[in-house]
């Protein structure tokens, strides 16, 4: 079963690319730019797996269209470049909204009471079966590439972060000396993340990220490919590690495009 699911894997990243998909990526995902031609590449083959294993469900009356399947595959195929991925495994199915949507939520109480009540949210991530996402928030998403915020980095960083059963903010990470420094760097910039929270400090990680370990995952896996450049100055530690987790320099491709002829 697994041979003949390598082998499909294989066949559908070696089939043509429509150019009408290759559009909307050039559209609607600035970091595709940035990427050299064999990069680009293995991220359509990526996205041709991912299409063909992922359900999309459309809801609240969205039109489901190539658009929208496409430009949510390409950022969560940005994610897997440079390894053998199993592209999501616990992930069935990407419900897609066309706005904001209302959650269930449920905090502690005092003692033993569970209060529940509704909260509206753009994305949403499961650890078992679905990705819930807000078309128009993953719109400003593609408007905004360098704002530090992207809702499908966000949620499908989530996917990553449980694929080894603990969204706990620490991903599955194969080298042991990688997994050495990816505990010091996240354990420092996350108690750094909380002290500036706390004081009121401004940093290029988003407030966010100081909710949980799974939340400043999220939030710096955005900021490591919308902000590279700012989070290499101001935490190199954390910067290196998720360079080394994802197996990409996004701060890299960056200075290379500012830095060729032509570029202002």
């Known amino acids: 079963m697994f041979g003949f699911r390598k082998r499909r894997r294989q066949a559908l990243r070696e089939q043509p690319f429509p150019a009408a998909w290759t ?16 990069d680009q590449r293995e991220l ?9 294993e992922k359900n999309f469900e459309r809801c609240g009356g969205l039109e489901m269209t190539d658009e929208v399947r496409v430009t949510i ?86 996917q990553l972060d449980g694929e080894n059963s603990a969204a706990d903010g620490f991903p599955l990470v194969d080298d042991e000396d990688v997994a050495e420094e990816w505990s010091q760097a996240f354990t420092d910039a996350y108690e750094k993340l909380l002290d500036d929270v706390d004081e009121g400090r401004e940093t290029i990680i988003d407030e966010y990220g100081a909710e949980s370990p799974s939340e400043f995952f999220a939030v710096v896996t955005e ?16 910067y290196d590690a998720l360079k080394h987790y994802f197996r990409q320099d996004p701060a890299e491709l960056v200075r290379g495009i500012e830095g060729s002829p032509g570029s202002a």
Not at 223 to 238: G, S
Request: a negative charge; glycine letters at 6%; aromatic letters at 12%.
């Open 23 to 38: 559009s909307i990526i050039e559209r609607n995902v600035a970091y595709y730019s940035l990427l050299p031609v064999q």
């Open 44 to 52: 359509q083959g990526h996205i041709s797996v991912f299409l063909a």
């Open 223 to 238: 900021t490591f490919f919308e902000l590279p450049i700012e989070l290499q100055e101001e935490h190199p530690q954390l």
């Open 73 to 158: 595959a390409a950022f969560a195929c940005i994610l897997l470049l440079h390894r053998d991925p199993d592209y999501y495994p616990r992930l069935d199915s990407i419900l897609v909204y066309p706005r904001p949507f209302v959650a269930e939520k449920t905090t502690k109480g005092p003692g033993k009471f569970i209060i529940k009540g509704e909260e509206v949210r753009v994305g949403e991530s499961w650890t078992s079966g679905a990705v819930i996402l807000a078309w128009s928030d993953v719109r400003e998403s593609v408007m905004y590439p360098h704002d530090g915020h992207n809702v499908i980095f966000h949620e499908f960083a989530h």
